[in-house]
């Protein structure tokens, strides 16, 4: 008997351990949620809290839109648990799925001093999706991000002298599924910064807003830029090419 107890203790364990892990606290205020597992945590997601409404809130202002739509942060207590809970490489630092944003422990991020650029990226996301109903190009939600998170100063461009090749927007959505590496992922993310530069430089605040709204009412953005730009996408690209070979060594 004593066996048998000591046997179904082990096949229980998991379940126990499971259920434990499952329990989750949050915060929250307005539309934003940020929910975490470890009690003592409530100042640290506070202090997220107030981050992802500052930067929620210029964003909406910079946009001109009514940000409402409901978001969870997911506070990570180890990159373990965040590569579980996500799927991604240790080296990523936070990323969007669905109506949460997921983070990595906030001790690393502070270390690294891109807490706050973070979670300024993964808002843009947010705000991408939401505008577009899911149906913006990689390519251009992660250029938005980038280039409205400030992280460039937290990319090296020595890593980056690989000429201006494959900066089309088709390769760039290639370069995006496809990287493999911390090295690879923050050369493209450089890149990207130029791009969110040249479309926020050649275009208002307003008029990519009106662009995202185009491509959620499934319109193509080839059409949306016609609409919109008066000029074809392929237009587009080439004056992006052009911006590109000047600024990007």
Known sequence: ???????????????????????TYQIAENHLTVRFTEQNAAPQAREVLEIAAQAQQQLAE????DWATPIAIRL???????????????WQAAISQQRVIYLQPLRLLRDRGILETTLRHELVHQLVEA???GSAPRW???ALAIYNSGEIAQLKPARHKAGNAELEWSQLEKRLESKASKAEAERVY??????????????????????????????????????????????LEKRWLLYASEKIN
């Open 62 to 65: 910079k946009y001109q839109i």
């Open 190 to 235: 450089f890149q990207l910064y130029y791009l969110g530069q040249f479309l926020e430089t050649a275009f208002t605040p307003a008029q990519m807003m009106a662009l995202l709204l185009q491509l959620a009412e499934k319109k193509s953005f080839d059409l949306a830029c016609k609409i919109l730009f008066h000029e074809s996408a392929a237009t």
């Open 1 to 23: 008997m004593k066996r048998l107890l000591i046997l179904l203790h082990a096949a229980l364990l998991p379940y126990r351990v499971e259920a434990q892990a499952a329990k």
């Open 131 to 133: 505008q577009s109903k």
């Open 76 to 90: 990570s207590t180890t990159t373990y648990e965040f590569c579980q809970l996500t799927g991604q490489p240790w």
């Open 140 to 142: 251009l939600n992660e």
